[in-house]
Antibody, heavy 122, light 108 residues
Framework: QVHLVESGGGVVQPGRSLRLSCAAS????????LHWVRQSPGKGLEWVAV????????FYGDTVKGRFTISRDNSQNSLDLQMNSLGAEDTAVYFC???????????????WGKGTTVTVSS | SYVLTQPPSVSVAPGKTASISCGGQ??????VHWYQQKPGQAPVLVVY???DRPSGIPERFSGSNSGNTATLSVSRVEAGDEADYYC???????????FGGGTKLTVL
């Protein structure tokens, strides 16, 4: 059974950095793209970033491009999101999500983690 | 940029059929996926590839995509179907993944 477990959330001051992680199990990790999706309190879902199965291709949402960096370690079955220059608008639950496409991306978001909460506040 | 438009809310009586729309330009050229999210929980995929259901999702959930509108239909609605529903597409031109604003389904 596929499991995605996020960690690293917490309270951080504006302008500071935070690194989220996602531990994966139950599937061939290095064969699938992975996403980060976030949800601000009371708001809808917002796609944040995606990384291809081999880590060579990365794409970002417009609101985080240049501040956030997605990375993966296929030897450790782990996904990270480095978040810099955080602002109040980054306050959200961050979900780690497995893409359905084998050796590509652009499929559906097949499995979601439970999320980790990031609060940006002074 | 590409935008997906959903009605903020839909209400339906138990046992009836709920239809949730998702509009976008040139939708027929895109593949639409639907997610259900209950309060305090992570989203769950309920329809993918316009009209396919993942294993474990009841046949009551179905999807269609025609012209500029995709539709999620929930037949024989139950109280447990009350949730937020989001449509999603991949815009291959920009390599952006997009969500609609979400629709709150209320069972009367």
């Amino acid at each position: 059974q596929v499991h995605l477990v996020e960690s690293g959330g917490g309270v951080v001051q504006p302008g500071r950095s935070l690194r989220l992680s996602c531990a994966a199990s139950g599937f061939t990790f290095g064969a699938y793209a992975l996403h980060w999706v976030r949800q601000s309190p009371g708001k809808g879902l917002e796609w944040v970033a995606v990384i291809s199965y081999d880590g060579k291709n990365k794409f970002y949402g417009d609101t985080v491009k240049g501040r956030f960096t997605i990375s993966r370690d296929n030897s450790q079955n782990s996904l990270d999101l480095q978040m810099n220059s955080l602002g109040a608008e980054d306050t959200a639950v961050y979900f780690c999500v497995k893409d359905s496409s084998l050796l590509w991306f652009g499929g559906h978001m097949e499995v979601w983690g439970k999320g980790t909460t990031v609060t940006v506040s002074s | 940029s590409y935008v997906l438009t959903q009605p903020p809310s839909v209400s339906v009586a138990p046992g009836k059929t709920a239809s949730i729309s998702c509009g976008g330009q040139k939708f027929a050229s895109k593949t639409v996926h639907w997610y259900q999210q209950k309060p305090g929980q992570a989203p769950v995929l309920v329809v993918y590839g316009d009209s396919d259901r993942p294993s474990g999702i009841p046949e009551r959930f179905s999807g269609s995509n025609s012209g500029n509108t995709a539709t999620l239909s929930v037949s024989r609605v139950e109280a447990g179907d009350e949730a937020d529903y989001y449509c999603q597409v991949w815009d291959s031109r920009s390599d952006h993944w997009l969500f609609g604003g979400g629709t709150k389904l209320t069972v009367l």
